[in-house]
């Protein structure tokens, strides 16, 4: 009767997460930037949710109207935006702040959400040695503390990466430090494993195909190693696949990771689909960087750093899954629930592949 009712419990809750959790990635207010500068401007390329934008600027729309009328509302509410960026997007130029204004909008779609294009302008002329600093607020006291903004880079003579968040709000160019450029990375890579549900489930199911912790190290190897592959590869512009393409197949691969655990988990194929599947989560991963540019040593650091918080991400969920999964084992209704776990990822992962293919 306990075993039942354990079951029961499980397929409900599968049941009413699908119904609720409708996207993998759950990091809305993630946003990137490109900075450049000529003789006399500074020109700051945001992008931003359109809709977290929304939360703290009355656009005038909802979700699910076309882009058009995305792009159009942006536009009839641009100076509304400009009040609002005015004190939490600044630019200081020799100390002296330099006042900016939108010279275009625009609304681009990627990894299924609208993203606002704001570009703003700085006047930088007749400033002397023409120190930069940018101070970065947006977000973090009206909307979301745990938004971050990956920043692009190429000012002078200088090229790089930088991340904006609660915690570090200033940027002084050419000031930065290989260390706090690593912290920075190695973070961003961490969290993006910790709100990626897609790819929180990929590995769970692979621990719960596996039946020794020799069977887990194996399948993690081989799964890092192919995602390191291509993550490199991506980010270094050697490979370039539309996220249209990887997005659904990276929801196919729970999906058939899943079905895999539960009936053939001794498969002598396992490992080459593991890695097969793991060089498509790569492309996905360096999706997340963002970077632009030529690629320089501190663009290679910032993979490199990245890549490591990916690990570091993968090693927490398989610390606190694997203990638990060894424990339920020895209850002879393990098999039942992790039955019912393992079908409710496939469900999830063929919900997001249709959700992806035909979005």
């Known amino acids: 009767m306990v075993k039942w009712a354990l079951a029961f419990v499980c397929i409900w809750a599968t049941v009413l997460s699908v119904s609720v959790v409708t996207y993998a990635h759950t990091d809305n207010s993630e946003g990137h930037s490109r900075v450049t500068a000529d003789n006399d401007t500074l020109h700051y390329e945001l992008f931003i949710d359109f809709f977290e934008l929304g939360r703290v600027v009355d656009l005038g729309v909802t979700p699910g109207v076309p882009q058009n ?35 275009n909008t625009d609304v681009e779609k990627y990894l299924e959400r609208e993203y606002a294009h704001i570009t703003i302008d700085f006047p930088t002329s007749g400033r002397g040695s023409k120190s930069i600093q940018i101070n970065y607020s947006i977000f973090f006291e009206d909307n979301d503390p745990m938004h971050r903004n990956i920043v692009n880079y190429e000012l002078g003579g200088d090229k790089g990466q930088f991340i904006f968040n609660a915690g570090t709000r200033e940027f002084h160019v050419g000031n930065g430090t290989i260390l706090g450029q690593i912290s920075r990375f190695v973070q ?9 549900y897609d790819h929180i489930l990929f590995v769970i199911a692979l621990v719960l195909g596996s039946r020794k912790i020799g069977d887990v190290l194996k399948v993690i190897t081989v799964f890092t190693l192919a995602h390191s592959l291509t993550l490199g590869f991506t980010a270094l512009k050697l490979v370039d696949i539309p996220a249209k393409i990887v997005e659904p197949l990276i929801a196919l691969s729970i999906a058939f990771v899943a079905v895999e655990s539960l009936f053939s988990q001794n498969s002598k194929y396992r490992l080459w689909a593991v890695f097969g599947f793991g060089l498509i989560h790569g492309i996905g991963f360096a999706g997340a960087l963002k970077l632009t540019g030529d690629i320089t040593m501190k663009s290679l650091l910032s993979i490199l750093s990245f890549n490591v918080g990916v690990e570091a991400g993968q090693a927490l969920i398989i610390l606190l899954l694997f203990p638990i999964l060894l424990l339920i084992r020895r209850f002879r209704w393990s098999g039942m629930v992790q039955g019912v776990a393992t079908t409710g990822i496939a469900v999830f992962g063929l919900v997001w592949y249709f959700q992806r293919f035909l979005s």
């Open 188 to 196: 961003l890579g961490f969290h993006h494993i910790l709100i990626g």
């Open 69 to 103: 009328e995305l792009k159009k509302a942006l536009q009839t509410k641009q100076t509304d935006v400009a009040d609002y960026l005015e004190s939490r997007l600044e630019v200081f130029v020799d100390g002296a702040k330099s006042e900016g204004h939108i010279v």
